[in-house]
């Protein structure tokens, strides 16, 4: 394979446009092929039959149209399904199919390995070897959409919580996301798109810029700066105080509701002192917060009960606190960010 050659699925319409432009080509040109790409499926050039044949020739000199390699596919009993992706380079990378009453959700990685250091994650064991490309992110949905494809179902909603940290490979993340957004390919609403980050507070900024309508979550867990600097390293860079202010500025740009991301971790941030620091903090808000489940790892940290749970729910909703308790999905398959992943390598150690 020519190394020199550009993966096709990174580009952004508007990068096409700009391509065709510069060959003096019109830049309809651009919506043809990405309709080629995105909805007829081409799996070469050739089989685009609306453009020029010297064009096409151009375009298999230039471009490749890659595919990821299906190493193991897990099918939970409710139907959430975990794919091990190999890429180009042999690096493994989790995606996971989870079905709603709503549609079908893609969560999607976005980096192998990663560096944000939670200490209750089990992606941060294996440190980031690098940044995934638009087009991996991209593949990520199509080979799922191409396998709902079979039984006449489509990706409706894409999560950006899979392995690795958005923002912190924050260009290609948003590339991803035009592409996958764009109405003449896969076309999956802004709002059905949310992006999922630890705090990376100044790219909460540049993101508000864009105004891309989709949704931002942040994984918030705990609501004073001791707890956070203690499990959460990036809190050591940017406290509590600096990611509230950021995200007042992007909710007053956007108008988007956000959402919380609070990982119950029995015993440490669990308590009715811990639910009122968090009525605290975000009330200011527009807001809701999702209290997740921990999926327990390696013993260390441990899953609030229910009763515990309910508790902490109450007293927020009491509070007038959006709050919603996240449904679990594939809780027989090692559905937790990272574990599919970390059990394969340590297999083949
Ligand atoms: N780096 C991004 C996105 C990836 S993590 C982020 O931090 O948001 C996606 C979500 O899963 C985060 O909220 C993360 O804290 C949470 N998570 C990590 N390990 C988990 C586990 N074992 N059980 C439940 N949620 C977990």
């Not at 919506?31 to 298999?60: D, M, P, V, W």
């Not at 931002?216 to 956070?228: E, P, W």
């Not at 594939?330 to 390598?345: E, N, P, Y």
């Amino acid at each position: 394979m020519n190394e020199l050659k550009k993966d096709a699925y990174s580009y952004s319409r508007k990068k096409f446009e700009e391509y065709f432009l510069e060959k003096n080509q019109a830049k309809f040109r651009a919506t043809q092929l990405f309709e080629a790409l995105y909805r007829g499926r081409i799996s070469e050039f050739t089989q685009i039959n609306n453009i020029k044949k010297e064009i096409i020739g151009e375009l298999e000199e230039e471009f490749t149209l890659p595919k990821l390699k299906m190493v193991i596919k897990n099918v939970a009993s409710d139907g959430t399904t975990k794919f091990l992706f190999a890429l180009k380079d042999g690096a493994l990378i989790e995606t996971v199919l989870m079905c709603h009453e709503y549609g079908y959700s893609v969560c999607v990685t976005s980096q192998v390995g990663c560096n944000m250091g939670c200490a209750f994650c089990a992606s941060g064991t294996i440190k980031r070897i690098r940044n995934l490309e638009p087009s991996e992110m991209v593949l990520q949905v199509l080979e799922i959409d191409n396998y709902l494809r079979l039984e006449e179902k489509r990706v409706s909603h894409v999560v950006i919580m899979g392995i690795g940290e958005p923002f912190d490979n924050y260009e290609n993340v948003v590339e991803f996301i035009k592409i996958i957004n764009d109405a003449r390919g896969l076309e999956i609403g802004a709002r059905h798109i949310t992006v999922s980050t630890c705090g990376i507070v100044p790219k909460i900024y540049e993101f508000a810029e864009l105004d891309l309508q989709v949704n931002l979550a942040v994984s918030l867990h705990f609501a004073n700066d001791q707890k956070r600097n203690e499990y959460m390293k990036i809190n050591k860079k940017y406290n509590l105080e600096s990611l509230i202010s950021a995200l007042k500025v992007y909710y007053a740009k956007t108008n988007r509701r956000i959402t919380f991301e609070y990982i119950l971790l029995k015993g440490i941030n669990d308590s009715l002192d811990d639910a009122k620091e968090l009525v605290n903090l975000v009330r200011d808000l527009n807001c809701y917060v999702n209290l997740i489940p921990y999926n327990e790892t390696d013993g260390k940290f441990m899953r609030t009960d229910e009763k515990t749970r309910n508790q902490f729910f109450d007293y927020l909703i009491k509070n007038r606190i959006n709050a919603i308790v996240r449904k679990e999905h594939g809780h027989d398959i090692d559905a937790a960010c990272g574990q599919l992943r970390v059990k394969t390598m340590k297999e083949n150690e």
